[in-house]
T-cell receptor, first 113, second 115 residues
Framework: GAGVSQSPSNKVTEKGKDVELRCDPISGHTALYWYRQSLGQGLEFLIYFQGNSAPDKSGLPSDRFSAERTGGSVSTLTIQRTQQEDSAVYLC???????????FGPGTRLTVL | AQSVTQPDIHITVSEGASLELRCNYS??????LFWYVQSPGQGLQLLLK??????LVQGIKGFEAEFKRSQSSFNLRKPSVHWSDAAEYFCAVGPLSGGYQKVTFGTGTKLQVIP
């Protein structure tokens, strides 16, 4: 079956612009995670969705970052007024409620000029 | 708070040689430990995991890892490296809870394989 997909694969934007990154999880997976991977850094947890529960937003670095998950499936990560330090690879992962394994998408490479 | 340290940023090994990637963790209780691999341009793939039982766990692609509680380590090993193993490897630790896995990842070790 299809894995986790993310779009776009690459995004170049100008400082101050807003961007939207999309994640399509594996069908039936109730849990969805967003991570940020900066050069030389590990994966930084951003936000977690599980079913209809309130998301865990504890990893969002500022109020410029927000995320939605519509219908318990597709998720969009929005970064407003982008800054150069937002440049990174943004990874999405999903898992089923009973699984301990997260399945990762290929990521979106964001470059802010 | 949970944390993971991968002391080696970059490792180079010859094809056919053995490999050991180090991982040290900090966690207040019994940890749930993972190794993931990220090939260029791809997402992370789970290699293996440990939460209980035999401290030597086998994973995919011929990898294994050994949990040593006394050393707070979970090192990844492979007896004979193949050129296709060149990738970045991430160790991770999380709580033993069903479902939600707020996992903390290390900074990764980039493996280069030379002929």
């Amino acid at each position: 079956g299809a894995g986790v997909s993310q779009s776009p694969s690459n995004k170049v934007t100008e400082k101050g612009k807003d961007v939207e990154l999309r994640c399509d999880p594996i069908s039936g997976h109730t849990a969805l995670y967003w991570y940020r991977q900066s050069l030389g850094q590990g994966l930084e947890f951003l936000i977690y969705f599980q079913g209809n529960s309130a998301p865990d937003k504890s990893g969002l670095p500022s109020d410029r970052f927000s995320a939605e998950r519509t219908g318990g499936s597709v998720s969009t990560l929005t970064i407003q007024r982008t800054q150069q330090e937002d440049s990174a690879v943004y990874l999405c992962a999903s898992s089923s409620w009973t699984s301990d394994e997260q399945f990762f998408g290929p990521g979106t490479r964001l470059t802010v000029l | 708070a949970q944390s993971v340290t991968q002391p080696d940023i970059h490792i180079t090994v010859s094809e056919g040689a053995s490999l050991e990637l180090r991982c040290n963790y900090s966690y207040g209780a019994t940890p749930y430990l993972f190794w993931y691999v990220q090939s260029p341009g791809q997402g992370l793939q789970l290699l293996l995991k440990y939460f209980s039982g035999d401290t030597l766990v086998q994973g995919i692609k011929g990898f294994e890892a050994e949990f040593k509680r006394s050393q707070s380590s979970f090192n990844l090993r492979k007896p004979s490296v193949h050129w296709s193993d060149a990738a970045e490897y991430f160790c991770a630790v999380g709580p033993l809870s069903g479902g939600y896995q707020k996992v903390t990842f290390g900074t990764g070790t980039k493996l280069q394989v030379i002929p």
